[in-house]
C-alpha cells in the first residue's frame, strides 16, 4: 500500500484517536486534529502529527488544510470523526444546543470538506470518510435532535458523493451501531438533565436508566470495529459507500425498513 495523507478529526480521544493511530502504523503520514492538542501528545509516538482544529471555525478550518498541504503539497484522505450525541425530548432541548449539534456534527464536516475538495479534485483522487450512525437511518426513542444530524450527515454524503465521482473522489459512511464507549452515558446524562422539572421528566429517567444499563452492558460492541472499518474503508481501492456495522445495527436498520411505523415506534419506545 502507497503511504497516504490523512487528517482524522476528533482525535482526542476514543475512536479519532485508536484511527489515526493505526493508520499512522501502516506508514501513512497522518495528522490527527482536535481542539485540545495537548490530549493528542500521546499520539506523536505513533508518527502521527497533532493539529489544533475547531471544526465549527471556518478560520480554523482554512488553517489546518493550508498548514497540510503546506508541509505535504496534497491530503488524501479525510476522516470526518468529531461529532457528539445529546439526547433530550424535542421540547426540552434548548435551540442554542440543537444549533451546536448540528454545527458539530454537519456544518464543521461540511466546512471541512468543502475546504478539502479543491486539492482533491485537483489530484483526481481522495476519500471523504463521514462518521455516521445507524442513528442516521432509524430513531431512538428521546434522540431527536442528534438523530436529525445523523440523518443529516447521511443525506449530505449520498449528495456529495453523486456529484464527486467524476473527479475520483470516493464518499464513504461509516454507520456505528451500539459502541461501548462513554458516548451513551454521556446521552443518557444529557437526557435527565434536559428534562429536569418538565412534562417529559418521568419517562426521560427511565430512558436514561436504560441507556445507562445497556452501555453498562457486555451486548454493545468494542470500538475497534470502528476502527477497522474506517481502516478498511481508506485501505480499499474501492470502498463500500457504507460500512454498518456493530451490535444492533444490522438488524435494527433491516427492521425498520419493513416493519409498519407504529410496530417500530413500539420497539423503541420500550427498547431501554
Same mark, same amino acid.
Given at each position: 500500500?502507497?503511504?497516504?495523507?490523512?487528517?482524522?478529526?476528533?482525535?482526542?480521544?476514543?475512536?479519532?484517536?485508536?484511527?489515526?493511530?493505526?493508520?499512522?502504523?501502516?506508514?501513512? !503520514?497522518?495528522?490527527?486534529?482536535?481542539?485540545?492538542?495537548?490530549?493528542?501528545?500521546?499520539? *506523536? #509516538?505513533? +508518527?502521527?502529527?497533532?493539529?489544533?482544529?475547531?471544526?465549527?471555525? #471556518? /478560520?480554523?478550518?482554512?488553517?489546518?488544510?493550508?498548514?497540510?498541504?503546506? !508541509?505535504?503539497?496534497?491530503?488524501?484522505?479525510?476522516?470526518? =470523526?468529531?461529532?457528539?450525541?445529546?439526547?433530550?425530548?424535542? #421540547?426540552?432541548?434548548?435551540?442554542?444546543?440543537?444549533?451546536?449539534?448540528?454545527?458539530?456534527?454537519?456544518?464543521?464536516?461540511?466546512?471541512?470538506?468543502?475546504?478539502?475538495?479543491?486539492?482533491?479534485?485537483?489530484?483526481?483522487?481522495? *476519500?471523504? $470518510? =463521514?462518521?455516521?450512525?445507524?442513528?442516521?437511518?432509524?430513531?431512538?426513542?428521546?434522540? +431527536?435532535?442528534?438523530? /436529525?444530524?445523523?440523518?443529516?450527515?447521511? @443525506?449530505?454524503?449520498? @449528495?456529495?458523493?453523486?456529484?464527486?465521482?467524476?473527479?475520483? &473522489?470516493?464518499?464513504?459512511? &461509516?454507520?456505528?451501531?451500539?459502541?461501548?464507549?462513554?458516548?451513551?452515558?454521556? @446521552?443518557?446524562?444529557?437526557?435527565?438533565?434536559?428534562?429536569?422539572?418538565?412534562?417529559?421528566?418521568?419517562?426521560?429517567?427511565?430512558?436514561?436508566?436504560?441507556?445507562?444499563?445497556?452501555? =453498562?452492558?457486555?451486548?454493545?460492541?468494542?470500538?475497534?470495529?470502528?476502527?477497522? /472499518?474506517?481502516?478498511?474503508?481508506? =485501505?480499499?481501492?474501492?470502498?463500500?459507500?457504507?460500512?454498518? $456495522?456493530?451490535?444492533?445495527?444490522?438488524?435494527?436498520?433491516?427492521?425498520?425498513?419493513?416493519?409498519?411505523?407504529?410496530?417500530?415506534?413500539?420497539?423503541?419506545?420500550? @427498547?431501554?
Amino acid at each position: 500500500m502507497s503511504s497516504k495523507v490523512i487528517l482524522v478529526t476528533g482525535a482526542s480521544s476514543g475512536m479519532g484517536f485508536e484511527t489515526a493511530k493505526t493508520l499512522a502504523r501502516q506508514g501513512n !503520514k497522518v495528522y490527527g486534529a482536535a481542539r485540545r492538542v495537548e490530549k493528542m501528545a500521546a499520539l *506523536k #509516538e505513533y +508518527g502521527v502529527t497533532p493539529l489544533k482544529l475547531d471544526i465549527t471555525d #471556518e /478560520a480554523s478550518n482554512k488553517a489546518a488544510i493550508a498548514e497540510i498541504i503546506a !508541509k505535504e503539497g496534497r491530503i488524501d484522505v479525510l476522516v470526518n =470523526n468529531a461529532g457528539y450525541g445529546s439526547y433530550g425530548a424535542i #421540547e426540552d432541548v434548548d435551540l442554542a444546543e440543537a444549533k451546536r449539534q448540528f454545527d458539530v456534527n454537519l456544518f464543521g464536516l461540511a466546512a471541512l470538506t468543502k475546504n478539502v475538495l479543491p486539492y482533491m479534485r485537483a489530484q483526481h483522487s481522495g *476519500k471523504i $470518510i =463521514n462518521v455516521s450512525s445507524m442513528g442516521g437511518r432509524l430513531v431512538s426513542f428521546m434522540g +431527536g435532535w442528534y438523530h /436529525a444530524t445523523k440523518y443529516a450527515v447521511e @443525506a449530505f454524503s449520498d @449528495a456529495l458523493r453523486m456529484e464527486v465521482k467524476q473527479f475520483g &473522489i470516493d464518499v464513504i459512511l &461509516i454507520e456505528p451501531g451500539g459502541i461501548k464507549t462513554d458516548w451513551g452515558h454521556i @446521552a443518557a446524562d444529557h437526557l435527565a438533565a434536559s428534562a429536569k422539572g418538565g412534562a417529559y421528566e418521568k419517562t426521560a429517567l427511565k430512558v436514561a436508566e436504560g441507556m445507562h444499563k445497556q452501555y =453498562n452492558g457486555n451486548m454493545m460492541s468494542n470500538p475497534q470495529v470502528v476502527v477497522k /472499518a474506517t481502516v478498511k474503508a481508506v =485501505n480499499a481501492r474501492r470502498p463500500k459507500p457504507r460500512y454498518l $456495522i456493530g451490535f444492533g445495527a444490522k438488524p435494527l436498520v433491516f427492521a425498520h425498513a419493513i416493519l409498519p411505523t407504529r410496530v417500530f415506534d413500539f420497539i423503541m419506545m420500550h @427498547a431501554s
